[in-house]
């Protein structure tokens, strides 16, 4: 369960199963509206590499649409049918991932215009003429942020795995220590040679990446191989993303947190929460529809997706940082952040308000309603849904896991 069953575990105890139950809803969404995101950056890629190859495509969104769907079918296929051998195929991601961000680097490296030190990191534009390039720059972290989270996509499959409580933290860790050091090194080298900014960087399927690599290159067969490196890395972590949600829904369903949670929380002979996966696939399906009419609209949704997932970590956070100072102690632990966790929880709670905040902006000052950003109104709305739901019948089911492990105590 993650967050949600943390809270349950730390929060005080006279809100422990109201709070644990609204960060279940929130983590649960959020990771939802995560798996139909990675499919359309995948079918992004796919789509831009058709542009290389006939400049005179030119993209429909009812085909943006349909390669997201397919794209998350394939992915949630392999999940199921082929799950025994995931762990060969993620091995060779791995290989893929290291050789390709070893080639991206030379050829930025090598080929780039090299701009000088002061234009990459100290020259900010406010092009959407919001009054101030500080404001700019918070607004511009809304797609970025999304990059900083999903830390916690390992520990929804904690009881899949052996020794759970020694390996997941370290794994976490390591994992976001390691892609968070060779990103900074791959941002700033983009930025070093990513040449002028203009609209020609937005021809290849929207993808400005694809655009500097062709410009830099003067190859389409170098770009059409760094294409299908993201690509293939994308379709990786959409397994991922198939894996992490269905557990997350598999597990609140059978904390009886959701409706239908008895359909949900089946799982089969083979230990695959299947159901769970299949209304994944579905509501993945749905959300895909959406490009069709408006590629902002479902962009806004990206966006509810990532405000979800910051709002459980804000949660837990602060329910750690209140266990701090109440005078218990934590349940017993094989991981700690030692003499430094206060400082890195207030840090982390820092940054995630500021977020969190900006993910509720629009992307311009006076939007029009199609322009606005409505993550606000959809994050009020999946919060009143869930606390109707919960006076009508969650109530009287959903306990909390910390009930669960006292009992099994």
């Not at 949630?76 to 060969?88: D, E």
């Not at 991981?335 to 709670?349: D, K, V």
Request: neutral net charge; proline residues 4%; charged residues 10%.
């Amino acid at each position: 369960g993650g967050q949600y069953h943390w809270v349950s575990e730390i929060a005080p105890r006279r809100v422990q199963k109201p709070l644990s139950y609204a960060v279940g809803w929130m983590a649960l969404l959020g990771w939802q509206v995560g798996m139909p995101a990675v499919a359309y950056i995948f079918a992004q890629q796919i789509l831009a590499l058709i542009t290389v190859c006939d400049p005179t495509y030119v993209i429909q969104g009812y085909q943006g649409a349909l390669m997201t769907i397919a794209s998350a079918t394939s992915s949630i296929a392999l999940s199921v049918f082929v799950m025994q051998k995931l762990t060969l195929a993620e091995g060779l991601a791995v290989v893929v991932h290291c050789f390709g961000f070893v080639a991206f680097l030379a050829i930025l490296w090598v080929m780039g215009p090299k701009a000088g030190g002061y234009e990459t990191f100290f020259n900010f534009q406010d092009q959407n003429e919001w009054g101030s390039k500080g404001l700019a720059t918070l607004v511009g972290i809304i797609g970025p942020v999304a990059t900083f989270i999903g830390g916690d996509s390992a520990v929804h499959l904690a009881e899949e795995l052996q020794d759970a409580s020694y390996v997941l933290p370290r794994a976490m860790v390591t994992g976001c220590a390691i892609n968070y050091i060779v990103g900074l090194i791959g941002l700033i080298s983009f930025l070093f040679n990513i040449g002028p900014i203009d609209d020609s960087l937005y021809i290849y399927g929207g993808q400005p990446w694809v655009a500097v690599i062709y410009r830099l290159t003067g190859s389409k067969a170098a770009t059409i191989v760094m294409i299908v490196v993201v690509a293939v890395n994308f379709f990786c972590l959409q397994i991922n993303m198939v894996m992490t949600s269905s557990r997350q829904l598999w597990a609140f369903a059978r904390d009886k947190g959701l409706p239908f949670h008895s359909f949900l929380a089946q799982v089969t002979t083979d230990g695959l929460p299947r159901n769970s996966v299949i209304v994944t696939l579905g509501f993945t399906i749905i959300l895909s529809l959406i490009i069709i009419g408006s590629s902002t609209a479902f962009n806004v949704i990206l966006s509810f997706g990532n405000a979800g997932i910051m709002t459980s970590y804000i949660m837990i956070i602060s329910c750690i940082i209140y266990r701090r100072f109440d005078g218990n102690e934590f349940p017993s632990t094989k991981f700690s952040l030692g003499r430094w966790g206060l400082s890195i929880n207030i840090a982390a709670l820092t940054y995630l308000v500021v977020t969190l905040s900006f993910c509720f902006f629009p992307a311009a000052p006076n939007p029009t309603p199609v322009a606005m950003n409505w993550a606000s109104l959809m994050f009020g709305a999946v919060l009143l849904t869930a606390f109707s739901w919960y006076f009508i019948r969650a109530r009287q089911e959903y306990d909390g896991p910390v009930e669960y492990v006292r009992k099994d105590v």
